[in-house]
């Protein structure tokens, strides 16, 4: 069985594990497994709506800056600092956007992978920088606006530098192993 | 956030003039809105789903079993936090959901940790110490296997995409752990939300 085999095997019973657990242990403790179930359940709506103001907030602001063609300047100013430490151009927007929307770094990374091929530089350096992060600014607009919370404090902050970490780690580390 | 909702929508209103992109930027406000809602829409049933499973491991007992098995980390990145919350254990499912790649069920479990933690925050409408670092701990982003991103490299013909696996874990491991430290220290010199506990030395982690 290749490396390969295991890893599939693995991401499949993950989670049919998980859910067999949690409702095995319930029945044992003598939860009744569905009342409980539904009655959590019922907050699902409520908090998917709960997050819509935030949502549209974070969205609308990051789509705009997009459109604007922001990225492709912000781009152009990085080039010439990037080519110095001999990093590929194609990964500088993967590097922006990655922070701020999640579907627009994966279509990214995908055009990279489509065009460059599968053994470009590039591709294992951007598939490296896509793996190893979040979509900071989402997952901050989802998990404050669920509770209301408007005055982040030093969460975003805390999450850009850790983004710019990764960032510079997955240029070295990359450097290290594929050049 | 006031000052970057501010700034990230003043500068794109003047950069899109700049390129003559203008009606792109205007007609995006209309495109981002439709799929903020439609992003909030399509985490409902998935979010009933794992609110509906989290309430069951709840009421086992299983979370808080998980709160007390992590007790020693706990109480060094959540001191604020009462030791027996079920916060420090939905924490821990929403953790692992990310590691395993599981992300349709780290955000609900993840939202059910914050208002846990919101529970116990003295000022409703401001991020505790403990919901910093646990969003710092989550926009890392911490992934054992980037499942996603191996299934684009097989399909454009990647010869061996599992060789991503080691150094994306090395990437995410050293973000993460920088996460946590800089979270930490920030604690300390970020102007307080209230008055917090007198903390033991978080220097340590």
Redesign the interface.
């Known amino acids: 069985m290749s ?2 085999t295991v ?1 599939n095997t ?2 499949l019973w ?2 049919p594990v ?2 067999i657990l ?2 095995t ?2 029945l ?2 003598k ?1 009744p ?1 569905y009342e ?10 409520k ?3 709960n ?2 103001p935030y ?16 990225i492709e ?1 912000a781009g152009a100013v990085l080039a010439p600092v990037l080519n110095y430490f001999h990093i590929p151009i194609d990964t500088i927007p993967i590097m922006i956007v990655r922070s701020l929307s999640g579907s627009a770094a ?1 279509g990214i ?2 055009d990279i ?2 065009t460059l ?2 053994d470009a530089y590039a ?2 350096l951007a ?8 979509t ?1 600014f989402y ?2 607009a ?3 606006g ?14 850009i ?3 710019i ?2 960032i510079v ?2 240029v070295s ?2 450097h290290w ?1 594929f050049a | 956030m006031n000052y970057i909702f501010y700034f990230l929508i003043v500068i794109s209103i003047i950069i899109g003039a700049v390129n003559g992109k203008l009606s792109d930027v205007v007609n995006s406000i209309l495109s981002g809105a439709e799929l903020s809602v439609k992003v909030a829409f399509s985490l409902i049933g998935i979010m009933a789903f794992w609110l509906g499973i989290m309430k069951i491991a709840e009421k086992s007992g299983l979370v808080t079993f998980l709160a007390k098995i992590l007790k020693p980390i706990s109480k060094r990145l959540f001191n604020e936090l009462p030791q027996d919350s079920p916060a420090i254990g939905d924490v821990a499912m929403s953790f692992s959901a990310n590691a395993l790649g599981l992300a349709n069920a780290a955000t609900p479990i993840g939202i059910k940790a914050m208002e846990e933690m919101q529970k116990a925050n003295t000022d409703k409408t401001t991020a505790s110490n403990s919901m910093c670092m646990f969003l710092a701990m989550s926009t890392a982003g911490f992934q054992i296997v980037p499942t996603t991103v191996i299934a684009i490299l097989i399909g454009i013909g990647y010869k061996n995409p599992t060789e991503i696996i080691a150094p994306t874990l090395i990437v995410t491991t050293i973000a993460f752990i920088s996460a946590i430290i800089i979270a930490k220290i920030f604690q300390h010199f970020w102007s307080p939300q209230t008055q917090n506990n007198t903390e033991e030395n978080g220097g340590a982690l």
């Open positions: 490396f390969q890893m693995i991401s993950t989670l998980i859910i949690i409702l242990v319930g044992i403790k939860v497994v409980a179930f539904t009655q959590g359940a019922k907050d699902g709506f908090v998917s709506v997050i819509i949502l549209v907030a974070i969205i609308v602001a990051i789509s705009m800056l997009k459109a604007s063609g922001a300047m994966l990374f995908s992978a489509h091929g599968p591709t294992k598939a490296i920088m896509l793996g190893s992060s979040e900071t997952v901050l989802v998990y404050f669920a509770v209301g919370i408007t005055k982040l404090r030093y969460a975003l902050v805390v999450g530098l850790a983004d970490i990764g780690a997955a580390v990359c192993l």
